[in-house]
């Protein structure tokens, strides 16, 4: 999942240098837009004044990707880091090797929704896609209680409201016994009325 993450990320970013950063390509009638700009920031063009700070985040990450993949027996885990693993990759690729200065690069973005100039939504990348994805699908296995080495969490609540008196008297009865044999059971007559009654 990562390789493919990364390759499909890796040939779009070098399809995207050969836009005309001045003339977006239209799709779907405007709601999709090719536009090539160069991002200093994060995902979605955030926190643009803080480049150098990316690839130790990334770094950080990718460590903490290889620490849970040894106990790694989910498959939706394993697609879920796979996507996030791609798409860290992927721009720390940009970061590391792409003008203006090495771990100082700016990231290819080139995908816009609904404006050609990102004005509706910030400019994106398919990195930044493998990210979101890879992520939302980690809560959600998370929200489910499925755990990375394949277990998942059940919850056993019982609605268990019966008081000790209760409780003791139904250990000492038949099911559905009649008050009228409780002297065969060897319960108190009062006792198995309440039982039967409750």
Request: with cysteine; proline share 6%; hydrophobic share 50%.
């Amino acid at each position: 999942m990562a390789v493919s993450a990364l390759a499909l990320d890796l040939v779009t970013k070098e399809w995207a240098t050969k836009l005309d950063p001045d003339e977006p390509i239209r799709l779907l009638g405007g709601a999709v837009y090719m536009s090539l700009t160069r991002n200093s920031g994060a995902a979605f063009s955030l926190f643009a004044d803080h480049t150098y700070i990316f690839p130790i985040i990334a770094t950080g990450v990718l460590c903490w990707i290889g620490f849970m993949a040894r106990q790694l027996r989910s498959l939706p885990w394993a697609i879920a880091l796979g996507m996030v693993l791609g798409g860290v990759v992927g721009n720390l690729l940009d970061r590391i090797f792409r003008a203006p200065a090495p771990f100082h690069g700016h990231v290819v973005d080139f995908i816009s929704v609904f404006d050609p100039h990102g004005q509706a939504f910030p400019i994106f990348n398919v990195a930044d896609m493998a990210l979101v994805g890879g992520v939302s699908l980690a809560i959600l296995l998370e929200l489910l209680g499925r755990q990375r080495d394949g277990t998942r969490i059940v919850s056993d609540k019982k609605d268990d409201t019966v008081t000790g008196t209760d409780r003791e008297a139904d250990d000492r009865l038949p099911a559905a016994a009649d008050p009228r044999d409780a002297a065969s059971a060897g319960v108190p007559t009062d006792r198995a009325r309440q039982a039967w009654g409750s």
